[in-house]
């Protein structure tokens, strides 16, 4: 797989024409994350998920995309084109997206576990999509088969880009884009990239500075442009990147829509509050992080590190999800966090996740993987079922039994009309093991803790590691670090927040009992000390062939509580072991868990049970009153609907 970032920073001098001063000069991202095709995963916690995303996920997704027409619409669309009439099947302006968003999960399967089959199956769904796509390069089925009728009833009618804030007709792109460049850096093939750089200069023609001046009502095409341009060089569709984020609530350029649905109330540069519909959000900080990395535009980077600020430190979940509302899917006030109708939906933590990434290759900071952690163990796979043929769109704190949060549903769902989440699933679980390493010149990053094998470059060198870890159910993690041949380079080690009392980077949530930090890390058995850097433990040392380094993180049961500002959660406490937010489900307790209290000196014991759940550790709580038993928070509605609960009272 070609390294896209690294492309990046040398193509980065080509682009920005669009910068407000002359001194800034592109500088592209100093950090570059370890790729796919490097990393063979052994891991008993993630491989399985990701098989099971490979071997029965896309299947079920493709099955569905067959079903419910969203892959015939591209034929329609091409009879349309042809002078036939249609009908668009399927109910959503983004259906097309499902599709996309399928392939690039199929993308980043085959880098490491190839398979002719659904690569031969995947090249001709692209076929397919080719089909559906205008002379010039549009591509949106609903509006080329019936532009004047669509089938969703909340969007107009009308012609091309004449809706933009609700048609969804730029993130279609988008989605595009992303697979596209997914695709092409996997198999090499062009066809889907040649369907998508076409699109791109449409929007070229169609947006770039002299033309139209209107914006995405949903975000991601700013994100697949730098995408496309990381590959091609083409510093149109960076400054087109741009240009989309620049005149997002600038009232002296364009009509703004200033709903804080779409965050086109203010310009993104005076944006400090993470409002609006929250996978929006997300996905445009991140495409605001490429233009302050790949620009070096320091007014990018102080917004984005205001708006990361807001939202850690006042809106986000303790499972990392985002998004307190379900009405227009949106953040709420500031430390507004119910559990019961909390929304967090799968796609904006998976959405915090890509911005959270992006932070990180920017300034090296161990914070931004602390929320990344904390959001793939809890608030992204609570989403998807232990068997994957079942999902979740909201994932609240609390379930009555009673309340249909999901959809219409109190359990999870095989598929939605809007299955934005399960397919956003499948593209990200199979490329999670690309945000285990990192390097930076003579620096090797250790970002998340999972058993791999993996081939890294220094200094044009190659280093072999081999981690072996049963994280996150045990704190023991051991890796062999063999260099060709003995070289100095800094090994650097993230001690996780959750191991040194700070669950998170801010203070919205804190440990009640503070007994942490007492990790022990040793090199060929020899324990060694630093200072912390970033929340990087630094081992700077001439590494040689066979050399051990050995991490044991204090992993206990911890009470944590949120910010007194977060009203409902007063006098409340929740359950963590280890990365993991635990829950109470009525299943395992005979007392109504409604009646569950917590108190300072409860005693716990922790269980390996590899027979329940797909192999868990369970968490008893033993008070004479108050016996009762805590599973992981992303295990919970794997055996039908009922009562669960991740808050509970402080006795």
């Known amino acids: 797989m070609k390294n896209v970032w690294k492309t990046m920073l040398v193509l980065g001098l080509l682009g920005c024409s669009t910068m407000r001063n002359a001194e800034q000069i592109a500088i592209g991202y100093p950090i570059e994350a370890v790729e796919l095709n490097r990393i063979k995963l052994t891991d008993q916690f993630w491989l399985p998920r990701i098989e099971m995303i490979q071997k029965e996920v896309i299947a079920h997704a493709f099955r569905k995309c067959e079903t419910e027409g969203r892959i015939d619409n591209f034929v329609t669309a091409n009879k349309v084109m042809h002078g036939e009439s249609g009908i668009t099947k399927g109910k959503m302006p983004f259906d097309d997206t499902d599709v996309y968003k399928i392939l690039e999960g199929v993308a980043y399967s085959l880098i490491n576990n190839p398979n002719k089959q659904l690569e031969k199956y995947s090249d001709s769904i692209i076929s397919v999509i080719a089909l559906g796509q205008e002379p010039d390069g549009y591509l949106t089925t609903w509006r080329t088969i019936d532009p004047y009728h669509p089938t969703s009833e909340w969007v107009p009618g009308g012609p091309r880009w004449s809706h933009l804030e609700i048609s969804h007709e730029l993130y279609n792109s988008g989605h595009l884009f992303e697979a596209a460049t997914a695709y092409y850096n996997a198999t090499g093939k062009t066809d889907l990239l040649n369907i998508a750089l076409k699109n791109a200069d449409l929007l070229v023609d169609e947006f770039s500075e002299g033309n139209q001046s209107m914006v995405p009502g949903h975000q991601i095409v700013e994100t697949g442009l730098i995408k496309l341009y990381a590959i091609t060089g083409k510093e149109d569709y960076l400054n087109?990147?741009?240009?989309?984020?620049?005149?997002?609530?600038?009232?002296?350029?364009?009509?703004?829509?200033?709903?804080?649905?779409?965050?086109?109330?203010?310009?993104?540069?005076?944006?400090?509050?993470?409002?609006?519909?929250?996978?929006?959000?997300?996905?445009?900080?991140?495409?605001?992080?490429?233009?302050?990395?790949?620009?070096?535009?320091t007014d990018y980077l102080k917004a984005v590190k205001r708006l990361w600020?807001?939202?850690?430190?006042?809106?986000?979940?303790?499972?990392?999800?985002?998004?307190?509302?379900?009405?227009?899917?949106?953040?709420?006030?500031?430390?507004?966090?119910?559990?019961?109708?909390?929304?967090?939906?799968?796609?904006?933590?998976?959405?915090?996740?890509?911005?959270?990434?992006?932070?990180?290759r920017l300034t090296g900071d161990a914070k931004y993987y602390d929320i990344i952690e904390r959001t793939l163990y809890n608030g992204v796979l609570a989403g998807i079922s232990l068997d994957g043929t079942h999902f979740f769109y909201p994932n609240p704190l609390e379930s009555d039994g009673e309340y249909?949060?999901?959809?219409?549903?109190?359990?999870?769902?095989?598929?939605?009309?809007?299955?934005?989440?399960?397919?956003?699933?499948?593209?990200?679980?199979?490329?999670?093991?690309?945000?285990?390493?990192?390097?930076?010149?003579?620096?090797?990053?250790?970002?998340?803790?999972?058993?791999?094998?993996?081939?890294?470059?220094?200094?044009?060198?190659?280093?072999?590691?081999?981690?072996?870890?049963?994280?996150?159910?045990?704190?023991?993690?051991?890796?062999?670090?063999?260099?060709?041949?003995?070289?100095?380079?800094?090994?650097?080690?993230?001690?996780?927040?959750?191991?040194?009392?700070?669950?998170?980077?801010?203070?919205?949530?804190?440990?009640?009992?503070?007994?942490?930090?007492?990790?022990?890390?040793?090199?060929?058995?020899?324990?060694?000390?630093?200072?912390?850097?970033?929340?990087?433990?630094?081992?700077?040392?001439?590494?040689?062939?066979?050399?051990?380094?050995?991490?044991?993180?204090?992993?206990?049961?911890?009470?944590?509580?949120?910010?007194?500002?977060?009203?409902?959660?007063?006098?409340?406490?929740?359950?963590?072991?280890?990365?993991?937010?635990?829950?109470?489900?009525?299943?395992?307790?005979?007392?109504?868990?409604?009646k569950i209290k917590l108190v300072a000196d409860d005693e716990y014991t922790v269980a390996c049970n590899l027979d329940f759940l797909d192999g868990i550790n369970i968490i008893h709580k033993h008070n004479p009153k108050n016996d009762c038993t805590f599973i992981p928070y992303y295990t919970w509605a794997n055996r039908g609907a009922g009562k669960m609960k991740v808050w509970f009272e402080i006795d």
Request: proline share 4%; hydrophobic share 35%.
């Open 240 to 297: 087109l990147a741009k240009r989309f984020l620049d005149l997002r609530g600038d009232s002296t350029q364009r009509q703004i829509w200033g709903a804080r649905n779409i965050q086109d109330h203010k310009p993104v540069l005076q944006q400090s509050e993470a409002v609006g519909h929250a996978v929006r959000a997300v996905y445009m900080y991140a495409g605001m992080t490429d233009i302050a990395a790949l620009c070096n535009d």
């Open 309 to 360: 600020d807001n939202m850690t430190n006042k809106k986000m979940y303790v499972t990392g999800g985002i998004g307190a509302r379900h009405h227009l899917e949106e953040f709420g006030d500031n430390y507004e966090l119910p559990n019961l109708t909390a929304y967090s939906e799968t796609c904006a933590s998976i959405g915090s996740v890509y911005w959270n990434e992006r932070l990180f």
């Open 404 to 594: 249909a949060f999901n959809k219409g549903s109190c359990t999870r769902e095989e598929w939605f009309d809007c299955s934005c989440c399960p397919t956003n699933l499948i593209r990200f679980i199979p490329n999670i093991p690309n945000m285990i390493y990192a390097t930076r010149h003579n620096t090797l990053y250790v970002n998340l803790y999972m058993a791999n094998e993996a081939k890294v470059t220094l200094q044009n060198k190659n280093v072999h590691i081999r981690q072996i870890t049963n994280y996150p159910w045990n704190s023991q993690i051991s890796m062999n670090i063999s260099p060709e041949k003995e070289m100095n380079f800094t090994l650097k080690v993230r001690i996780p927040g959750w191991a040194l009392n700070r669950p998170v980077p801010g203070n919205l949530y804190q440990y009640n009992n503070t007994t942490g930090g007492n990790y022990v890390i040793s090199v060929n058995g020899i324990k060694v000390a630093s200072d912390l850097n970033n929340g990087y433990f630094d081992i700077q040392r001439k590494w040689a062939p066979g050399d051990v380094v050995t991490i044991d993180l204090p992993m206990e049961v911890r009470h944590i509580s949120a910010d007194s500002k977060v009203e409902n959660l007063r006098h409340h406490a929740a359950i963590e072991y280890g990365p993991l937010v635990y829950c109470a489900e009525q299943h395992d307790n005979e007392l109504n868990i409604d």
